[in-house]
């Protein structure tokens, strides 16, 4: 009776030590197998460059990309935030800034990018 509850055969002794269960559960050892992930977008050679982003519910911005990390969370400086109201298109300063990756739907260089016309709007005759 002082054995008990301490190590030896009892119950669940067999599913200590990191190996995997008879119940489906994984090792805590990396796989070697399984190839590294790639990042869908390479924000790095974007880097030191002007770039433009635009966010749920229609904010748009555009600054200098300082940093970002692998959820897409951006640092800008010198940043300038395009407001669009009835008394017509204004900017606003910003400076540095963090956007968070989750609330971005459009990333773009603002070098080379220009407006294009809708090809999709119905044509007037």
Do not use: C, W
Request: aromatic letters at 4%; a neutral charge; proline letters at 6%.
């Amino acid at each position: 009776m002082a054995d008990r509850g301490r190590g030896g055969a009892g119950r669940g002794a067999g599913l200590r030590g990191g190996a995997p269960s008879a119940r489906g559960g994984k090792s805590s050892a990396p796989s070697m197998d399984k190839p590294k992930r790639e990042a869908i977008l390479d924000l790095a050679k974007y880097q030191n460059e002007r770039i433009r982003v635009k966010f749920t519910g229609g904010r748009e911005v555009t600054g200098v990309l300082k940093g970002f990390d692998q959820l897409l969370n951006l640092v800008l400086d010198d940043v300038e935030e395009q407001l669009h109201s009835e008394s017509g298109p204004s900017t606003r300063q910003l400076g540095l800034v963090v956007l968070r990756g989750p609330t971005i739907t459009l990333l773009s260089p603002v070098d080379g990018f220009e407006e294009i016309a809708n090809p999709f709007l119905a044509q007037e005759a």
